[in-house]
């Protein structure tokens, strides 16, 4: 008889990682087919997605609703293959730069910028740090995959684990909520 | 929360998709024709689009883009409580109360548990001592298949890798019960991390080859071994008793990754074992000098 992920956890927290490996051997797959999605590449998902439940075994005593396991690693996971598909991207750009130019120009990152110019845009940063923080998950996830990651819709819906209307629904309204956040806190200053 | 409740101003549902098409850039000609006029005559579209194209416009300010789902990595207490329980779990491998006084070769796959069992301990420290054990290195034996594998394996990792040791010992016991018997194998990462994959996916593999006890923790261990891999240098050796011995350090030789194993002494479990075999020796003895 197979446990509840609740219970599998209970047995975790109390030193019995048996429960753990359950866990794993129950949804690796299933997230590995997500981070694959992400990644397009087998062996990195499975790497990321072991990695990925380090960081849920490390943290499972935060995992406040216990039922909630999958989706949390699924979370997890996600982050950690959005933050190796951008450090593949940038050594892609990078390459590019010395294949294409036969340097990497960094004049315009190595130019002094003025201390106020930097301290207002870091300000206006901070600002919409926080704005999104407001957004709900799915929410969060679905706008910065679609703006930062440029993820077909199709992607964006696994990871959200939803249809595509959905995940194209929560992409508008998370950038709609995030403007009017964004103009509020601007209201109140 | 309907967002249009926020502001008095409904936008149409079924126009949400176009919009978010729109914002994107992704709209033909002829759609983005027919939005527009539909933009004349719907205030909570106009509304709603202004919004997002302000939130759009927010995003760019951020020079790092962020996490889909914001930072939820483990903190260091985390940590400390995944140690305890993996502690609490290596404590309760049988036989570990059980130390026999003196060490045969044939009896070194026993010693394998135990050593397992202090490395575990040195490394993630017994609740409320969670202190870190320099010079991570391991040796592991695993007899499997009654006794037609005995093997010593030594693993040698970075102190700073932190975790990964511990899978590193644990892919090793995998990937010699791949030897199956009297083989000697040096495994690149790459191998024995394919290897610890396939056999996370196929216990079967491992119900056939271990004993029911064993087996439990084995399976158990290795299951938990793939998630820490880093970098490991692995060496199995099975087979009769000298030529086994012969054969490893021949091997080490060969390889030229006898300077990187360097015999780990846990409470002295290890280094009686190993002298009690008659092996190593003196270079041993020396290399674990030289560490002090």
Same mark, same amino acid.
């Given at each position: ?72 690693? $699924? ?53 919409? $740090? ?60 | ?28 000609? =002829? ?63 049988? @036989? ?20 397992? %069992? ?6 993630? @420290? ?22 037609? %594998? ?17 899978? @590193? ?12 018997? =009297? ?5 690149? %990462? ?87 075999? =008659? ?14």
């Amino acid at each position: 008889m197979s446990l509840p992920d609740e219970q599998l956890i209970e047995r975790t927290l109390a030193g019995d990682l048996e429960g753990f490996g359950e866990l794993h051997r129950r949804y690796f797959a299933r997230v590995v087919g997500v981070v694959e999605g992400i990644l397009s590449d087998r062996s990195g998902a499975e790497d990321t997605v072991q990695n990925a439940y380090v960081a849920a075994l490390q943290a499972l005593p935060r995992l406040a609703d216990k039922d909630r396991f999958y989706p949390w690693l $699924r979370r997890i996971a996600v982050n950690r293959a959005i933050e190796e598909k951008r450090r593949l991207d940038r050594k892609g750009r990078l390459h590019s730069s010395w294949v294409e130019a036969g340097r990497v120009d960094r004049d315009a990152d190595d130019a002094p910028s003025a201390p106020l110019a930097s301290l207002v845009r870091e300000e206006r940063a901070e600002r919409v $740090r926080d704005a999104l923080d407001e957004l709900p998950d799915g929410m969060r996830a679905a706008v910065v995959l679609r703006f930062f990651d440029e993820l077909p819709m199709s992607r964006i819906a696994e990871v959200l684990g939803c249809e595509e209307v959905t995940a194209r629904t929560q992409v508008f309204r998370g950038l709609r909520k995030l403007g009017r956040i964004l103009g509020d806190m601007t209201a109140d200053e | 929360m309907n967002v249009s409740d926020h502001t008095g101003n409904e936008a149409c549902p079924e126009r949400e998709q176009t919009l978010e098409l729109y914002l994107f850039g992704q709209l033909r000609e =002829g759609e983005k024709e027919d939005l527009r006029e539909h933009l004349e005559s719907c205030p909570g579209c106009r509304m709603a689009l202004d919004e997002a194209v302000s939130g759009m416009e927010g995003l760019d300010d951020l020079d790092e883009p962020p996490l889909p789902f914001g930072d939820i990595s483990p903190r260091p207490e985390e940590q400390i409580a995944a140690e305890r329980a993996w502690s609490r779990f290596v404590g309760g491998v049988p @036989g570990r109360e059980n130390r026999p006084d003196r060490w045969s070769w044939t009896r070194v796959a026993a010693a394998a548990a135990l050593v397992l %069992v202090g490395i575990g301990i040195g490394y993630w @420290g017994l609740p409320g001592e969670p202190t870190p054990m320099e010079d991570p290195i391991a040796i592991v034996s695993a007899e499997v298949d009654s006794g037609a %594998v005995e093997a010593l394996v030594r693993a040698e990792f970075l102190a700073d890798l932190g975790l990964p040791w511990i899978e @590193g010992v644990l892919e090793l016991v995998a990937m010699v019960m791949e030897l199956d018997q =009297g083989d000697v194998a040096v495994g690149n %990462v790459e191998m024995i991390r394919a290897r610890a994959r396939d056999l996370l996916r196929d216990g079967s593999l491992l119900q056939r080859r271990l004993e029911p006890e064993r087996d439990r923790i084995f399976l158990a261990t290795i299951g938990r071994a793939a998630f820490f891999l880093e970098d490991v240098a692995v060496l199995g050796s099975g087979g009769g008793e000298e030529g086994s011995l012969r054969e490893l350090r021949d091997t080490l030789q060969m390889t030229g990754l006898g300077d990187r194993l360097v015999a780990l002494d846990v409470d002295g479990a290890v280094s009686e074992a190993l002298e009690a075999s =008659g092996w190593i020796g003196e270079e041993y003895a020396q290399s674990r000098e030289t560490r002090r």
